[in-house]
């Protein structure tokens, strides 16, 4: 069965100050590890896929990288817009289900 | 961008009674979509999976007689919630999933039932 490992479940940071979430998986085979922010009341919103260990994606101030065991989400001198959930999520070789982490809850302060 | 129609966005209903919950996909053609259901601060849990013009399958402890979903076209996808109680409150989200897009979310419905 798949697993998804999201730590920590809550970060506080200060404006400008960088840190790092972790998305730690088990899965027979990996088609594709997905990073997804949400707000609260909101659905939520496509960050990153990632396929294969070694492949890294950026956008803006967040960078995603991937191994096998694992996935960190890399914030770069975050601003209070940043705060919110972070989902991670993985899709097995096998099927179409992703199965979600726990998600870690971001707030930024100014 | 894809996007996702998810309507309503909030419900209230009365015990006893059913709801409706309607997702579309505006600008492409959803080869599967997903249901899920989210309690506060925890994660999306899979409650079905459908394809066009094929049963959903439901994840296990799922009830299916209670969670009606009819995925009659390419586009769209419903979500029956029969007689309501207040334990089915909760935010319900769907999902949609193209070769090109990925999955795509709906913005979600939360539904109160009293």
């Known amino acids: 069965e798949d697993q998804v490992t999201q730590s920590p479940e809550a970060l506080r940071l200060q404006e400008g100050e960088s840190s790092s979430l972790n998305c730690s998986y088990t899965?027979?085979?990996?088609?594709?590890l997905f990073w997804y922010r949400q707000d609260p009341g909101k659905g939520p919103e496509f960050l990153f896929t990632?396929?294969?260990a070694g492949e890294e994606k950026e956008k803006e101030r967040l960078k995603a990288t991937l191994t096998k065991k694992e996935s960190f989400l890399h914030i770069t001198a975050p601003k209070p817009e940043d705060s919110a959930t972070y989902l991670c999520a993985v899709q097995e070789t096998s099927g179409s289900r992703l199965t979600f982490g726990e998600g870690t809850q971001l707030t930024v302060n100014p | 961008g894809a996007v996702v129609s998810q309507h309503p966005s909030r419900v209230i209903c009365k015990s006893g009674t059913s709801v409706k919950i309607e997702c579309r996909s505006l600008?492409?053609?959803?080869?599967?979509m997903f249901w899920y259901r989210q309690f506060p601060k925890q994660s999306l849990m899979l409650m079905a999976t459908s394809n066009e013009g094929s049963k959903a399958t439901y994840e296990q402890g799922v009830e299916k007689d209670k969670f009606l979903i009819n995925h009659a076209s390419l586009t769209l996808s419903t979500l029956t919630v029969t007689s309501a109680h207040p334990e089915d409150s909760s935010f319900y989200i769907c999902s949609a999933r193209d070769s090109r897009y990925g999955y795509t979310f709906g913005s979600g419905t939360r539904l109160t039932v009293v």
């Open positions: 600008d492409f053609q959803a080869t599967t």
């Open positions: 899965v027979s085979g990996l088609r594709g």
């Open positions: 990632l396929y294969s």
